[in-house]
């Protein structure tokens, strides 16, 4: 797999709405899990959700539950982030990330790739 790099962060209000892009290269995306992480200032690094290869598993973290919704379009090599009724508290550095094995999204230490982040900033 190659690099990753995520887009589409920004500020938004509460309540408010940014869908979160994750472009890889390569010709093997549909066999790779794609996670989405997130880190807030002086915390460390939160499970948000993860996606199978071929769509067919998705997980989210107990935070996000119900507003945010992972995506996958293996054509475009893209994972995607829909995050809805934003809160203060989902202010981030949002990361997107790849590995083969579904169960090591749960350890982050086994997880074979890491896009650079892209800032989630939600005012109260």
């Known amino acids: 797999q190659g690099p990753l790099v995520e887009s589409g962060g920004g500020l938004v209000s509460a309540g408010g709405s940014l869908r979160l892009s994750c472009a890889a290269s390569g010709r093997t995306f549909g066999r790779y899990v794609m996670g989405w992480f997130r880190q807030a200032p002086g915390k460390g690094r939160e499970f948000v959700a993860a996606?199978?290869?071929?769509?067919?598993?998705?997980n989210y973290g107990d935070a996000v539950k119900g507003r945010f919704t992972i995506s996958r379009d293996n054509a475009k090599n893209t994972v995607y982030l829909q995050m809805d009724s934003l809160k203060p508290e989902d202010t981030a550095v949002y990361y997107c990330?790849?590995?083969?094995?579904?169960?090591?999204?749960?350890?982050?230490?086994?997880?074979?790739?890491w896009g650079q982040g892209t800032q989630v900033t939600v005012s109260s």
């Open positions: 996606i199978s290869g071929s769509g067919g598993y998705i």
């Open positions: 990330a790849a590995d083969v094995m579904y169960g090591d999204m749960w350890d982050q230490r086994r997880i074979d790739s």
